[in-house]
């Protein structure tokens, strides 16, 4: 059986670096959110949230500058409106409400963290018009599946049907 990232890498919109890269990230994220829940940090999420931002970017600057082989930033709509994008949502909103799920229940937390390829597909099929492949939607699905098993996804809520307050016969459940 061939790995789910196998098409991805066979067709070079992934490499197996880029894969190992991503992973590597995740499991840092993971354990930073541990270290966080763990160590009661008395710091704003906003405060929190800035020192992360401001040593990631002076750490990943050295590797930008040589990734862009030292030539000049072309600043164009398009830089602008991407810059905008991660420095915003991906950076600023998507941490705080990491943050605030954290203290709220980390468990349940990390498993909303499962949603990220559902959005990411999502969203590069929208806006990008990326194809998803019979093996990325079948991937998507076991996710969502997961989601509803584990109780993330409420699915009686998600449609709007209200949930009975006793069984049948007036014993509470």
Do not use: C
């Not at 354990?31 to 710091?43: H, N, P, R, T």
């Not at 398009?78 to 949502?89: H, Q, R, Y």
């Not at 990220?116 to 699905?141: F, K």
Request: net charge positive.
């Amino acid at each position: 059986m061939r790995p789910s990232t196998s098409p991805r890498v066979q067709g070079k919109e992934a490499t197996p670096l880029g894969i190992t890269l991503v992973v590597l990230a995740m499991l840092i994220y993971s354990f930073g959110s541990v270290y966080y829940k763990w160590s009661k940090l008395q710091m704003s999420g906003l405060t929190l949230n800035a020192w992360q931002v401001m040593i990631g970017a002076v750490t990943l600057l050295p590797f930008a500058v040589i990734a862009n082989h030292a030539q000049p930033i072309n600043v164009t709509p398009s830089f602008i409106g991407a810059l905008a994008w991660s420095v915003i949502a991906v950076s600023i909103v998507a941490n705080l409400l990491w943050f605030w799920l954290l203290k709220k229940d980390p468990l349940r937390a990390s498993m909303w963290l499962f949603l990220n390829p559902v959005s990411g597909y999502a969203l590069a099929a929208l806006i990008l018009g990326e194809a998803i492949r019979p093996t990325d939607a079948i991937g998507l699905i076991l996710v969502m599946a997961g989601l509803i098993v584990s109780g993330v996804i409420d699915v009686r809520r998600v449609l709007n049907r209200p949930q009975p307050l006793s069984a049948p016969g007036g014993a509470s459940r």
